[in-house]
């Protein structure tokens, strides 16, 4: 199971998912990927079942990458607890995933058997998902905030 080594703060607040994947949303490693389409927690169970999903599928051939890491702990109270007395105890851990990040590469293996692979993972995940090629993504960094002033605005300018 992935979990941190050491952690500065044993309890989290919940937080946000709002908006889109600024970082982590291309294929960097491998040449096939998977696509977050929606925002969720992921558990390191998940993410570790969809791990053995694609590896057993590939048998020996290719390289598997995991782009996702579960460092956010949450907790929870023990059954017929009264409400009240703190927070619980740290449970289970989980990666929080945007839209449009990528979670899984790969390389070393046909299309085919990468687009087969990554739907047998898909199936141990709790949110939709996307297969997509290196290629695809690299249109993906110009959605960043901030790329269209850096490069002088929009190309058609009146």
Known sequence: MLIPKRVKH???F??????????GNTVSHGEFGLVALEPAWITNRQIEAARIAMTRYIKRGGKVWIKIFPDKPITAKPAETRMGSGKGSPE??????????????MDGVAEEVAREAMRLAAHKLPIKTKFVKREDT???????????A????EINEG
């Open 10 to 12: 044993r309890k989290q």
């Open 14 to 23: 919940r937080g946000r998912m709002t908006g889109k994947a600024t970082k």
């Open 92 to 105: 289970y851990w989980v990666a929080v995933v945007k839209p449009g990040r990528v979670m899984f590469e």
């Open 138 to 148: 690299a249109h993906l960094d110009m959605d960043a905030p901030g790329v269209n």
């Open 150 to 153: 850096k490069l002088g605005g």
